[in-house]
């Protein structure tokens, strides 16, 4: 049977271990994704996303599982980035992979790109222009010296002053049911000094989108199409409008969670995205500066530019959609995380600690150049001569049937001179070659899995001359198992258990030689 996966020899020390060309490659490119922007290769995914094993990013794949299983209550998709592969994804409800969801909230962090753009390009002077200034053809009432003094930067940071009560989404209630969204909120009345307290508002982020369209004369969603989306290769977008025809700034934007994470990249790259510069990192930066204190609505964080900021401790800047719509990233770590939701009661302390006790935990692990380092530090033995059933059973199928935990089929290929031997095998379709260390240094093998490829190290020796064990462990999950096969003329008994550390499983089988 002829193995699918890439054989990884790791040899008796580790100068011959990153020697071997596969194992040099993989680590190569675990090595090179650590670091940022192009020169370090970013895998951009413009076109399509690539996925690596967690182990490659050295994140935690058990750790990932923890995060998923606290998480599933509350989502309907997690998806997780490290240096710009995708190395965990999993949907939690019916939500179909791939589909678009609807974001509330997080909208509004994705309008502040834009805006950023628009400065950049000079559709906009600055964050200081009155916005009263970009509607001079409107009247507008409530006019005082307060709302002549209202800037574009008090609508980002929330701290416009309009009276603008939010509890069961009243005010946003009002101005959805007006023929003139823009109008409704150019009349909102001042009654706080801009630029002093932080109110949650949705008619400030609608505004924005209105003054972008002002200055650039078409949508927020038109503008996003040439200078944001279109650059990442975002094309399954759609963004709700008002009565006449502008994005809805507060709300309204739908997209797969694939594509809100491209967001998170670009953001995570400085504003950078395959060469191009789509937003100026020094507008990034303005974002994610905490410039108003949001305590009194549940929040321990600061708010930037339609952005939560963690504390400096948490180091991670994030969008808040309703039901659970969030886009985090963490600079220092290289992480991007999205959460999608349908969950009503939905707040940022969930998914901050999400983030907090399962995330940041998966990081902590060995990384796979530090576990090999490990494997490979062991003296060799003398590989004793082997008992003459090896040569027997050398390279002969066995059978233990599609009941069988383990795998359907394996073969044993020994070579007298050789110090180690061939372990092949067929489980749930697919086949496996480990290389298996006889001399009692490991051997690190990378294997096609279901998703992903998985690594493994092993290395075996003869008990006597009927009984042959296996040592594996699991690099991936950090788990140790042992594979104890006793041959017995055609038959072979076959016993799966857990190593201490790993739990406490045991699994028995037999099989049979497909041919006398």
Known sequence: MQGRSDQLNTKRNLAAAFACATLATLLLGSVAASGQGDAAGVPWPTEAWECSAPIDQTVSIAALERLFSAARRFVDTVLVVRNGYIVFERNASNFASGAKHFLFSTTKSILSI???????????????????????NRSVVNLDERKRSLTLEHLLTMTSGFDCCEDNNETFNRMAGSWDW????????????PGETFEYCNANSHLISCILTEATGVSALAFAQEHLFGPLGIEEVVWDADPQGKSIGCTGLWM???????????????????????????WIEACIQPRAICTDYGYRNGYGYQWWIGTET??????????????????????????????????????????????????????LEE???????IEPHAVPDLPEIAGDISGREYTLGTHAYLFETFTLAFDDRADEATFRFRRWGLNYEFAVGLDNVWRVNAAPGPELHQYRALRGQWLDDRVFRMEEIDLDWGESWELILTFEEDRVHVVFASLPGTGSFRFETTGHLDEP
């Not at 576990?371 to 530090?377: A, F, V, Y």
Request: hydrophobic residues 40%; negative net charge; aromatic residues 12%.
């Open 114 to 136: 834009l805006v950023g753009i628009a400065i950049d390009k000079g559709y906009i002077e600055n964050v200081d222009q009155p916005v009263l200034s970009f509607f001079p």
């Open 314 to 367: 948490d180091g991670w800047f994030f969008t808040s959609g309703y039901q659970g719509q969030h886009l985090f990233v963490l600079p220092e770590q290289e992480l991007v995380v999205v959460f999608t939701g349908s969950y009503d009661y939905a707040n940022n302390q969930i998914y901050e600690r999400l983030v907090r006790d399962h995330l940041l935990s998966a990081l902590d692990g060995p990384s």
């Open 182 to 193: 823009l109008q409704f909120a150019l009349d909102l009345p001042v009654i706080r000094t």
């Open 371 to 377: 576990q090999i380092t490990e494997l490979t530090r």
């Open 256 to 282: 797969t969670p694939r594509d809100l994470a491209k967001v998170g990249l670009l953001l995570l790259e400085g504003g950078r995205w395959d060469g191009q510069q789509i937003v100026s990192s020094s």
